[in-house]
């Protein structure tokens, strides 16, 4: 797999998520979901998972939490740090989460669909200690366990295409679509040819049709 950032900068990347969470949640009494969604929706963990230098490891999680904040448009006074990041539950949850998102290369938008901060805190008890290879298959699991409907399912009867019109439509053949909707073939190793014709057809991105794929990825051509 080809990450967004080498292996030298995931604990900086660790331990400044796990900062900011463990400050966020016990310092400045933001509920960790509420966190969360801000780092999604401020853009910040969009550059956190596409590797840009000031957020993974130039700054502090204190400094992350002040940037979030701010493009977040929330002012307020910031309370002064403590240094028992270790011992939190909240700084686990977000230094592991940092390690998930590297290990796997899915975004954290995706991520947090299926995973929520309560699901996290659940799964401290038993595995703050363990490795993060371990934890990540127990986040593996419980993203796998979540899945509804396929994404081009979705895509396709929003539409109101039946599966033989749209293999009509695009030419692709209706026993792949139907692998594709059933996730017997994993649409994230389709050709680009064969997702192009599908979001024209559909009317949507590319990315809308690919799945959290929390395999190691291989090119598949159509």
């Given at each position: ?32 979901q ?11 963990a ?25 493009n ?17 539950s ?9 390690y ?83 996730r ?19 009317g ?19």
């Open positions: 797999m080809i990450r967004a950032y080498g292996e030298e900068y995931l604990s900086d990347a660790m331990k400044n998520l796990g900062e900011a969470v463990d400050y966020a949640v016990n310092y400045c009494q933001t509920e960790m509420v966190f969360f969604d801000l780092f999604i929706s401020s853009g910040i969009d550059q956190f998972g596409r590797s840009v230098p000031k957020i993974i490891s130039g700054m502090t999680g204190i400094e992350l939490v002040m940037e979030i904040f701010r977040s448009g929330i002012e307020r006074d910031l309370p002064d740090p403590q240094d028992d990041y270790e011992y939190s909240a700084y686990w949850c977000g230094w592991i989460i940092a998930y998102q590297w290990y796997t290369g899915i975004p954290f938008r995706d991520i947090f669909q299926s995973i929520s901060a309560e699901d996290l805190e659940r799964l401290y008890p038993t595995l703050h200690e363990a490795s993060e290879e371990r934890c990540a298959d127990a986040l593996n699991r419980m993203i796998l366990r979540t899945q509804g409907d396929s994404r081009l399912k979705v895509q396709r009867i929003a539409r109101n295409y039946t599966q033989k019109e749209l293999s009509e439509k695009t030419g692709i053949s209706l026993r792949s679509i139907q692998h594709y909707e059933q017997t073939k994993n649409i994230n190793k389709a050709s680009g040819a064969t997702l192009f014709v599908l979001a024209q057809t559909l949507c991105r590319m990315e809308d049709l690919l799945e959290i794929d929390v395999n190691e990825p291989e090119s598949e051509d159509e």
